[in-house]
């Protein structure tokens, strides 16, 4: 974790990595939980022998709203700004789902700052993340992901 002072230390970092996080582990209760919340139960998800029988994955795989809903988790892991009281999703300007999540398989989320910008006390920030499974060629999710942070 790379750790700022404030928001101008922090926008001295524009153009470089924030780092990787940790693997998690997607579950199928994680998946199950988010099918639950967002009323999206396609059996891709949520039906494990339907999954191994009818699946090109054999297996189920995690929504891919699911894996982009871990940016925050994910992102608390990559920096940390001391003089930031609250930070606000702004948006997202692409998004990309590129590759399946099998159940069971590793996640973990690696970050570059992207651009910031001043605006209204605080602090317009675009991260580019990219969202790689354990052993994958190409990454599961790249998203522009906008943030809003106030000292």
């Known amino acids: ?7 101008s230390e922090f926008t001295a970092h524009t153009g470089q990595s924030l780092g ?11 998946i199950d939980l988010f099918a639950q919340a967002t009323g999206d139960h396609q059996w891709i998800h949520t039906h494990p022998e339907r999954a191994s029988k009818e699946s090109p ?3 189920p795989i995690a929504h891919g709203f699911l894996t982009l809903s871990l940016a925050p988790r994910l992102m608390a892991q ?11 999703n702004y948006g997202a300007n692409k998004i990309r789902f590129t590759n399946a999540v099998p159940v069971n398989s590793k996640l ?20 580019e993340c990219v969202f790689e499974v ?18």
Not at 78 to 88: A, D, N, P, Q, T
Not at 144 to 149: A, V
Request: proline share 1%; glycine share 6%; with cysteine.
């Open 134 to 151: 354990e052993g994958a060629t190409k990454p599961a999710c790249i998203a522009e992901l906008i943030t809003f942070l106030l000292e």
């Open 20 to 30: 990787e996080t940790d693997y998690i582990i997607i579950t199928q209760e994680m």
């Open 57 to 59: 994955y054999k297996t």
């Open 108 to 127: 973990r989320m690696r970050g570059w700052l992207h651009h910031t910008e001043s605006q209204n006390n605080g602090l317009r920030v675009i991260t």
């Open 78 to 88: 990559l920096y940390r700004i001391e003089s930031v009281k609250m930070g606000i």
């Open 1 to 7: 974790m790379i750790t700022f002072a404030d928001l």
